[in-house]
């Protein structure tokens, strides 16, 4: 009979095998994607991506009875809402890196978080984003939170001045951004909002409410529907009642920026993209391979495509970067193969299809936390294997501490939502 350790063996590599192969498909089609290596971006191909910090599904279009997001629920039906899209690891600044390099965050350096003691970054080679569309004629952007490293591999060529409360003012962000977009300059734009709500913060979300030109929600914990990987306790209640208030503050920055689209006339000219680098900051998401801390929120709209449509294929934040290359016409890096594969026809089809699994890859978040995980994610299952399966799974400092957890260890549960509490601590 086969031991434990041969049948571990086996599983790591026929998902190893599954990586390299995948490696070759995405290879192939990154090539066809920049074949337009040549092409000009003077045809005034705007492009704009919100990014949302720890937004799960945790919206109206995703069926969410919680939310309070009116702006991007408009939004997805004027344009198309992904329902398989997944960030390929649950902690901000290695998704961050995917979505702007279109490398796995284990291939490009940035492990784990960059602020801070756990100072994780890019390696040198890799060249961003907003580096590429610069270099193919754009004028970029970043208003917002930027949180990867080293810089210079992800340069912008301006940061606009937040003038008020940072990064939580949402609202303030998108006036910003029509001034950027209303510069007497010709190039094409691309646009880089990133907010810091719904993001835990420090105090907690209580604190964080009151901004100008913001409404803030009012949502009464008692009508909060508990999502079933969550306990429903009172503390749970009220703190996801505050979670949803900060995504209504982020829904309005959105609203707002739309508007400044039309404003300036350029909803006709302008690709969006709405995401979010990682799921809910609660114990069960955030940080982990479970569908609630990688199974994210997609919505593009490209110009001139058919309004509300719903795309059922598989795409990752390693798709970003070779999604936007392709729809500017821009060339990608000359000195290796990105990961991701463009999903631009997916946008406007609904019928597309461009791969029917993914593969996810996570390996820091603090730099005390090690805890490598490799996932392969079909339409029917599941496989998250755990390298380091024999070690505690380790704790983000704002997940333990939140509300949510601290109920959790003071009433000595045995159950966590809908996993005993010793699986969820002891992964297998």
Not at 33 to 42: D, L, Q, R, T, Y
Not at 175 to 202: G, M, Q, V, W
Not at 347 to 368: C, K, M, N, P
Request: net charge neutral.
């Amino acid at each position: 009979m086969m031991c434990k350790q041969q049948k571990y063996s086996l599983i790591w590599l026929s998902l190893f095998s599954l990586f390299l192969l995948s490696g070759e498909e995405t290879q192939a089609a990154e090539s066809q994607a920049v074949a337009a290596n040549g092409a000009s971006a003077k045809s005034a191909k705007n492009i704009v991506v919100i990014i949302g910090d720890d937004l799960g599904r945790t919206l109206g279009c995703y069926g969410d009875k919680n939310a309070r997001t009116p702006h991007i629920d408009a939004f997805a039906k004027s344009g198309t809402r992904f329902d398989n899209a997944f960030c390929t690891t649950a902690s901000c600044s290695p998704s961050r890196s995917v979505i702007l390099s279109g490398l796995y965050n284990h291939a490009n350096g940035q492990y784990g978080l960059a602020h801070a003691e756990h100072h994780f970054q890019s390696h040198a080679w890799v060249k961003g984003l907003p580096v590429l569309l610069k270099e193919s004629g754009y004028r970029t952007c970043l208003i917002g939170k930027f949180h990867v490293l080293p810089e210079a591999n992800y340069q912008f060529e301006k940061t606009a001045d937040l003038k008020t409360q940072g990064a939580r003012n949402s609202v303030r962000m998108a006036e910003n951004a029509e001034e950027f977009i209303k510069e007497n300059d010709p190039r094409p734009f691309f646009l880089y909002y990133s907010s810091t709500d719904p993001h835990r913060a420090k105090e907690g979300y209580a604190n964080e409410t009151a901004y100008p030109g913001v409404k803030p929600a009012t949502i009464d914990p008692k009508e909060i529907e508990v999502p079933p990987f969550l306990p429903n306790e009172p503390e749970v209640r009220q703190d996801l009642a505050e979670y949803y208030m900060s995504v209504a503050r982020l829904d309005q920055g959105v609203g707002r920026l739309l508007q400044a689209l039309k404003n300036t006339q350029h909803e006709a000219d302008t690709l969006v993209v709405f995401l979010s680098d990682n799921g809910i900051p609660f114990p069960g998401a955030k940080t982990g391979h479970y569908e609630p801390g990688v199974r994210l929120p997609l919505i593009c709209r490209i110009p001139g495509q058919k309004p509300g449509l719903v795309s059922a294929s598989f795409v990752t934040w390693a798709d970003i970067t070779p999604t936007l290359l392709e729809y500017a016409g821009a060339a990608g890096p000359d000195k290796y193969k990105l990961h991701g594969q463009s999903f631009l026809p997916g946008i406007a089809d609904a019928g597309w299809s461009g791969r029917d699994h993914v593969f996810l890859s996570h390996t820091f978040h603090e730099v005390t936390m090690y805890y490598p995980m490799r996932t392969i994610r079909t339409g029917k299952h599941k496989l998250i294997v755990n390298l380091a399966g024999n070690l505690p799974f380790p704790f983000a400092s704002d997940l333990y501490f939140s509300p949510t957890w601290q109920g959790a260890l003071k009433r000595q549960d045995s159950q966590y939502g809908n996993r005993m509490l010793s699986a969820f601590l002891q992964r297998p």
